[in-house]
Each structure stands twice: as C-alpha cells, then as structure tokens.
C-alpha cells in the first residue's frame, strides 16, 4: 500500500519514465485469513488511506469467493492424511509402541514449526507517478491496464501448479496495486513418516531467495519501465567482504505503521499547540484584566467627575431658573443656558480638533525627522563600506610594498654575501702573499705557488690582477737572481781545480757579482718594505663591513699606488755573470 500522505487535490506533474518495482512478502497463519479478507473487502482493519467511493471498483483477478474455506479443508485434509500415513509407516517397520503414541498425539499442522506463519501473502506495485499521479482521475488508463496485465503474468508464471490462490487489484487508493496470496505444499516420503504433505514456502525459489524475487520481477516489467530496486543486500556483503562500512540497513515501515506515527506525531504538535495557546490566553486573560481594572478605576473617577460638573451645571440652571422665573425671563433663561452649553460643546470640539491637529503635525515632524535619520544612517554606512574599502585597498598596496621591499632586501642582502665572500677570497690570497714575500721562501718552482696563491684573489676580484702580475713578476725576478748564484757557484766549484791561476780574478769578479745580488736582495727588502703598508691598506679597505658605491675607485687607487711602487723598486738584471 501507498505510503504517500493523500491529497484531496493532486496536480497532476506527468508520468515518470523509470520507477523502482515495488515487491513485498509477508508471512501469515491460515486463521489469519479471515482477518486479511475482512481488510481486502474494506470491512475493518485500518481504512483511514481508503477512499470508499473507489472501493467498489477493487475487483479480484484469481481465486474464487470460498477460496480460503477451499485451501483451510487442504490444510485439514493433509493434516488427516499426513497423521494416517506416519502411523501406517511406523507400524510396517514393527515400530507399535511409536504408532500408539502418535494416535495418542493425534494430527498436527501440515508445517514445520514457524514464528511467522507457513503461507505467504504480498503486493506488488510501482510509484503513483509511474501512473501519473494521485488516485484514478490522475492515472494513464493504458499503464495500469499494462501493469495489472504484466503483474497478473507474472505471478501466475512464478507460482503455478495452484500455488497462486488469490490476486486481487486495489484501485481505492494513492497507486495501483495487487494483493495476493500464495500457498506452497511439498509432497516427501520417508519410511519413518511415509507420505507427508506439507506447506513449505522455501519449496518456490522466489520465496527460498528474496533477492532472486527483485530480480525477477525487475527483468518481467523492463520493458514498460519499471526496474530492479537498489542492491543494497549485495551491497552489504561486498562492503562487508572489503572490510568496509556498508550501506545502513533499511527498517521497513508498513503503511498501517507510517499512519500511526504521523497521527501521533499530529497528536503531539495539537498538545503543544493547545499548551501554547492555553499559555497565550492565560497571558492575554490576565494582561485583559488589568487593563479592565485600571479602565473601570479610570471610568469610575470620570463618571464621578462629570456626575458632579452636571450636578453643578443642573444647580447653576436651577438658580438661573428661579431668577428668571421670578422676573418673568424663563424662556430666555433657558435659551440662554442652551446657547452656553452649545458654546461650551463647540469650543470642546475645536480644542479636541486643535490637538489632533497638533498630534499630526508633530507625527509628520518625527515622520521627517526619522526620514532624515535614516537618510544619514544610510550615508555613514556608505561612507563607511567606502572607508572600508578604501582601507582594504591600502593593505594590499602595503602588502605588495611589503613584499617588494622583501625581495630588492634579499637581493642587497644576496649581494652583499657574494661581496663579502670576494672579499674574505682576496683578503685570504694577499695574507698568504705577503707571508711568502715576507718569509722570503722562495725558491725555484715559487711562481707556479704564487700563481696558485693568487688565483682566488684574482678570480674574487678582478681589479686587483695587475697588482697581483706585478708581484709574480717580482718573484720570477728574485728567482731568477737566486738561478744565476747557483749557476755561479757550480762554476767555480767545477773549475776550481783548472781555475787556481786565476783564482783572483774569479774572487774579484764573485765579490762583484755577490755585490750585485746583495743590491738586488736591498732592492727586493725595499720593495717588501714599500708594499707592506699597501697591503695593511687593502687588508684593512677589504674588511669594512659596507661596500660603498666608492669600492671601485678605492681599487683603482690601491692598484696605481702597487704599480708605481713595482716600477721604482724593479731590479735591473743585465744579464751578465762572472768571466771564467
């Protein structure tokens, strides 16, 4: 049955293309026939869904009127016959004393022992809108003469050998739908029990495998539309089989019981709804009877007030009265009195007239006051989303400041690392230069090791390669001086024994040439001695911690001074040695 809330009204949305078959089984007694026919023919049980007007059109498709007194007499029958034939096969197998006590036991239901029932009943059915909408007069005739046709084959062609035993076809409420009962019997034979009849639903496939039923029923109505509900059973296992959380399981709710929840869902919102409303009058009633109250006190000093303003006008008439009477004026008397109290009642009506005058005009004073306070709400909001902006629009550009000022600081910063390590290489290259000079180490072979000294100076700094040349130059020239006193020493040591008679002259010319190398060795210290502060200077212009714009005019100084002083202090070698 429909679980839709019904609609007196529907409007009609057009047929769904596709919709889920809607297949339901449900176990049953067969003393609970009786109860179930009694709801088919709309004698009892819950008809708050049923329109009764329709109900006459529900016609059965399968199973004649006496068909639950026909299947009741098999259910008898079989539970004679299955009792006969379990003694007749005790007794051929010379089993007495089992015989006796089954005839003692006598005849039991032709069913094995079940909670729910041995007979099944189901309906089957498909979303109204499938058909068109809510109730007859919304529903495509030729789709649900289709659907009972196609539904009634189905089930006879599932169910046959007398198994289908009632179809009946509900058009009474919101969808289309067939009820049905089915009843299952399985004949087995065994030598201890014999023939035995019995109703066993498992017997049909459809009912042994619920999920082969949907399947089913999803492949005979594919064609019209209408297929296989969602697999949320396969579903389960496969998450379940993967170690994962599968799809909750879904608690079906019969139609009767979605009803019965909805009307005490309803009953609850109408006690709230009656406490709330008992609340509100309470409040209403007490806050009516204070304003009663105070209006009654106020009336009562009113009434008491004009009582007495009429009691002095009637006596103030009165003695006007007698006067008048006594002199012959009561007419005027009266008409007088009349004309002042029609006087007083105008002059009452224009003040109550220029007051509520004044109430309009001062009600059209606030009216354009609050007019012009919410003019100027509206302009300071607006002054202050364009203040707002304004002032987001003045962070990003300080944001964007921020982070160009970032990157040019992490360029000088990049900077200033690659000068202070060119300068830290050139620091290092002219200490070690000067403490070879200074240690007059040198030897033959020392250029190639002050070229390999002075190679990081010279690739750190570029501007100081001349003055680095010029002291290479130096040292070839004091190695040179150093190759030629070796050269004059072997001399004389090989031909000091051929050389005896010129001994003289070779001494006069050794003390000669040994003079001319204490002179370039005086010219060397000399040249020491000038370079050293030169090199203090670049030591110390080389270790400032900033690099001014003035660093390569400083360079160009230092290396003209370091030329200059090469130039002075170069020995002059002439080439010649002692005569042999």
Same mark, same amino acid.
């Given at each position: 049955?429909?679980?839709?809330?019904?609609?007196?009204?529907?409007?009609?949305?057009?047929?769904?293309?596709?919709?889920?078959?809607?297949?339901?089984?449900?176990?049953?007694?067969?003393?609970?026939?009786?109860?179930?026919?009694?709801?088919?023919?709309?004698?009892?049980?819950? +008809?708050?869904?049923?329109?009764?007007?329709?109900?006459?059109?529900?016609?059965?498709?399968?199973? $004649?009127?006496?068909?639950?007194?026909?299947?009741?007499?098999?259910?008898?029958?079989?539970?004679?016959?299955?009792?006969?034939?379990?003694?007749?096969?005790?007794?051929?197998?010379?089993?007495?004393?089992?015989?006796? $006590?089954?005839?003692?036991?006598?005849?039991?239901?032709?069913?094995?022992?079940?909670?729910?029932?041995?007979?099944?009943?189901?309906? +089957?059915?498909?979303?109204?809108?499938?058909?068109?909408?809510?109730?007859?007069?919304?529903?495509?005739?030729?789709?649900?003469?289709?659907?009972?046709? @196609?539904?009634?084959?189905?089930?006879?062609?599932?169910?046959?050998?007398?198994?289908?035993?009632?179809?009946?076809?509900?058009?009474?409420?919101?969808?289309?739908?067939?009820?049905?009962?089915?009843?299952?019997?399985?004949?087995?034979?065994?030598?201890?029990?014999?023939?035995?009849?019995?109703?066993?639903?498992?017997?049909?496939?459809?009912?042994?495998?619920?999920?082969?039923?949907?399947?089913?029923?999803?492949?005979?109505?594919?064609?019209?539309?209408?297929?296989?509900?969602?697999?949320?059973?396969?579903?389960?296992?496969?998450?379940?089989?993967?170690? +994962?959380?599968?799809?909750?399981?879904?608690?079906?709710?019969?139609?009767?019981?979605?009803?019965?929840?909805?009307?005490?869902?309803?009953?609850?919102?109408?006690?709230?709804?009656?406490?709330?409303?008992?609340?509100?009058?309470?409040?209403?009633?007490?806050?009516?009877?204070?304003?009663?109250?105070?209006?009654?006190?106020?009336?009562?000093?009113?009434?008491?007030?004009?009582? @007495?303003?009429?009691?002095?006008?009637? $006596?103030?008439?009165?003695?006007?009265?007698?006067?008048?009477?006594?002199?012959?004026?009561?007419?005027?008397?009266?008409?007088?009195?009349?004309?002042?109290?029609?006087?007083?009642?105008?002059?009452?009506?224009?003040?109550?007239?220029?007051?509520?005058?004044?109430?309009?005009?001062?009600?059209?004073?606030?009216?354009?006051?609050?007019?012009?306070?919410?003019?100027?709400?509206?302009?300071?909001?607006?002054?202050?989303?364009?203040?707002?902006?304004?002032?987001?629009?003045?962070?990003?550009?300080?944001?964007?400041?921020?982070?160009?000022?970032?990157?040019?600081?992490?360029?000088?910063?990049?900077?200033?690392?690659?000068?202070?390590?060119?300068?830290?290489?050139?620091?290092?290259?002219?200490?070690?230069?000067?403490?070879?000079?200074?240690?007059?180490?040198?030897?033959?072979?020392?250029?190639?090791?002050?070229?390999?000294?002075?190679?990081?100076?010279?690739?750190?700094?570029?501007?100081?390669?001349?003055?680095?040349?010029?002291?290479?130059?130096?040292?070839?020239?004091?190695?040179?001086?150093?190759?030629?006193?070796?050269?004059?020493?072997?001399?004389?040591?090989?031909?000091?024994?051929?050389?005896?008679?010129?001994?003289?002259?070779?001494?006069?010319?050794?003390?000669?040439?040994?003079?001319?190398?204490?002179?370039?060795?005086?010219?060397?210290?000399?040249?020491?001695?000038?370079?050293?502060?030169?090199?203090?200077?670049?030591?110390?212009?080389?270790?400032?911690?900033? +690099?001014?714009?003035?660093?390569?005019?400083?360079?160009?100084?230092?290396?003209?001074?370091?030329?200059?002083?090469?130039?002075?202090?170069?020995?002059?070698?002439?080439?010649?040695?002692?005569?042999?």
């Amino acid at each position: 049955m429909s679980v839709h809330t019904k609609f007196d009204h529907p409007a009609n949305k057009g047929c769904l293309a596709t919709a889920p078959a809607v297949q339901r089984f449900a176990s049953i007694f067969p003393r609970a026939l009786r109860k179930r026919e009694m709801h088919d023919q709309r004698a009892g049980g819950d +008809l708050s869904h049923i329109r009764h007007d329709l109900s006459p059109q529900n016609y059965r498709v399968i199973g $004649d009127e006496d068909w639950i007194d026909v299947l009741i007499a098999e259910i008898a029958a079989a539970k004679r016959n299955n009792h006969i034939n379990e003694i007749a096969a005790r007794e051929a197998k010379g089993r007495w004393k089992e015989a006796e $006590d089954l005839r003692r036991r006598g005849p039991v239901d032709p069913w094995k022992f079940t909670a729910e029932g041995p007979l099944r009943e189901g309906i +089957l059915t498909v979303n109204k809108l499938w058909f068109g909408g809510t109730g007859p007069q919304e529903w495509d005739p030729d789709r649900v003469s289709q659907f009972v046709d @196609r539904g009634v084959e189905f089930l006879q062609t599932n169910f046959p050998d007398g198994q289908l035993r009632e179809v009946t076809v509900h058009v009474d409420e919101e969808a289309v739908h067939l009820h049905f009962a089915v009843a299952v019997w399985n004949e087995k034979v065994s030598q201890n029990r014999g023939r035995q009849r019995l109703l066993q639903p498992s017997f049909n496939p459809l009912l042994a495998d619920y999920e082969h039923a949907q399947d089913l029923v999803g492949e005979a109505f594919l064609d019209m539309g209408i297929h296989r509900g969602e697999r949320r059973a396969a579903a389960a296992r496969a998450a379940k089989a993967a170690g +994962l959380a599968g799809p909750s399981p879904r608690q079906h709710v019969p139609p009767s019981g979605w009803r019965q929840e909805q009307r005490r869902k309803a009953l609850a919102d109408r006690d709230q709804i009656r406490e709330k409303t008992r609340a509100e009058a309470a409040q209403v009633r007490a806050d009516a009877e204070l304003t009663a109250k105070a209006t009654v006190k106020k009336s009562r000093k009113r009434a008491i007030r004009e009582a @007495r303003e009429k009691r002095e006008q009637a $006596d103030q008439v009165m003695l006007e009265a007698q006067i008048a009477l006594k002199r012959g004026h009561l007419a005027a008397a009266f008409r007088r009195v009349h004309i002042k109290s029609l006087a007083e009642k105008t002059a009452e009506l224009e003040r109550r007239r220029s007051q509520q005058a004044a109430r309009i005009r001062e009600m059209e004073a606030r009216a354009l006051a609050l007019h012009q306070q919410n003019m100027q709400a509206e302009a300071r909001a607006e002054a202050a989303r364009q203040a707002q902006a304004a002032a987001e629009d003045a962070r990003i550009a300080a944001e964007q400041r921020a982070k160009e000022a970032a990157r040019v600081a992490e360029a000088h910063a990049a900077r200033a690392a690659e000068a202070l390590a060119r300068v830290d290489a050139v620091r290092d290259g002219l200490v070690a230069l000067s403490e070879g000079v200074k240690a007059r180490a040198l030897h033959e072979g020392d250029a190639d090791d002050l070229e390999r000294l002075a190679e990081p100076v010279r690739a750190a700094y570029p501007e100081i390669a001349p003055a680095v040349a010029a002291a290479h130059t130096l040292v070839e020239t004091i190695n040179s001086v150093h190759n030629d006193t070796a050269a004059v020493a072997r001399s004389t040591l090989a031909e000091r024994a051929e050389a005896m008679a010129e001994i003289e002259q070779a001494q006069a010319a050794l003390a000669e040439k040994q003079a001319e190398v204490q002179r370039k060795w005086a010219a060397a210290d000399r040249l020491l001695q000038l370079l050293q502060p030169l090199i203090e200077r670049m030591n110390s212009w080389l270790r400032r911690a900033e +690099l001014s714009a003035g660093l390569a005019d400083e360079g160009e100084n230092v290396l003209r001074d370091a030329r200059e002083v090469m130039a002075t202090s170069k020995p002059e070698l002439d080439g010649s040695g002692p005569e042999v």
